[in-house]
């Protein structure tokens, strides 16, 4: 019985141990989270309540992705910190997007008209922050420089502007 008591205390030890460790590094990428209206109220942050204009059509969803604002992370595959989706409103949305510590952020926005969860080129609509522009030049993917903005401990407001085909 006592071993079986030091076992089941060892690995009880272990996990506790494992979940008080440090998180990975990759572990600071890729959350899903909901869009809480209380991390952007006042004395709450770092934050930036991003407000979204121009959307098209109240169908589909809506999808908003922070980003470091480096050319390491900027708009690469799996590299967002925080994702949060939505239903579509037509006309403008909000959101409030927390973010990890005070520094350097970008936004990337995606309406993802039909809701099938992939790229349509010819109906979607995108946006970023500062509202760059976007060409065939730069196949839709400007400078982190021209996206990135700074965030201090407080809350940050943004408007970025929806653009459709």
Known sequence: MKRTT??????????FATLAA???????????ITNDAAKCA????PAVR?????????KGTIRVQSYRGTKEDWLEKGKWIYRMEAPAKAGSMSFCMPLPRPGTYAIAVRHDINGNGSTD??????????NPSI??????????????FEVGSGVESISIRMRYR
Not at 50 to 58: F, G, L, N
Not at 135 to 148: C, D, E, Q, R, W
């Open 6 to 15: 030091f076992a089941t205390a060892g690995i009880a030890a272990l996990a």
């Open 22 to 32: 440090p998180a990975p590094a990759e572990a600071q990428y890729r959350q899903k």
């Open 42 to 45: 006042g004395g709450a942050g």
């Open 50 to 58: 991003v407000t979204i204009t121009d959307i098209k059509e109240s």
């Open 121 to 130: 080129i010819f109906a979607d609509g995108g946006a970023m922050s500062n």
């Open 135 to 148: 060409n065939l030049f730069n196949l839709g993917k400007p400078s982190y420089k021209k996206t990135a």
